[in-house]
C-alpha cells in the first residue's frame, strides 16, 4: 500500500500560478503574488531574469531575511521605470525524496506597462 500512496504523490502536478500577472502604469508602485505547486522549491536551484534589467521591478521570495524564507511563494513588487514590456523568466527545480525525483520548472511572464 506504501508504494502506491508514494507513487500517487509523485504525479502531483507541477504549477506554476498565476497564469498571466496584471499589467502595469509607469510610476505607480505594483504588486504580484506568484506561487509554485507540486513541490518543495531548493533555492540553490532557483533563478530568475526581469528584462529590462532597470525596470523598476525586482523579485523576492516571501519572508526573505527571515528563518521562514521560501521560494514556493514569490512577490513581484516596485514601481516601473520604463514604458512597454517587462519579462520575467523563472526557473527551478524541487527537492526529491528517496520515492520521488526532484522535479524542474520554468515560466515566463509579460507585464504591458503603459503611461
Not at 502604469?25 to 505547486?37: D, M, N
Not at 531575511?65 to 516601473?80: D, Q, R
Not at 521605470?81 to 520521488?100: H, Q, R
Amino acid at each position: 500500500m506504501t508504494t502506491v500512496l508514494n507513487g500517487c504523490f509523485c504525479m502531483e502536478k507541477m504549477e506554476v500560478r498565476p497564469k498571466s500577472l496584471p499589467n502595469a502604469i509607469l510610476g505607480t508602485p505594483y504588486y504580484a503574488k506568484i506561487e509554485v505547486f507540486g513541490g518543495y522549491t531548493d533555492q540553490d536551484n532557483f533563478y530568475y531574469d526581469i528584462q529590462p534589467e532597470k525596470s523598476g521591478l525586482e523579485l523576492s521570495p516571501r519572508g526573505l531575511g527571515t528563518k521562514y524564507v521560501t521560494y514556493n511563494h514569490l512577490e513581484v513588487k516596485g514601481t516601473p521605470k520604463v514604458t512597454g514590456t517587462i519579462t520575467i523568466k523563472l526557473y527551478g527545480g524541487t527537492y526529491g525524496t528517496m520515492s520521488c525525483p526532484g522535479r524542474d520548472f520554468k515560466k515566463t511572464y509579460t507585464i504591458k506597462v503603459e503611461e
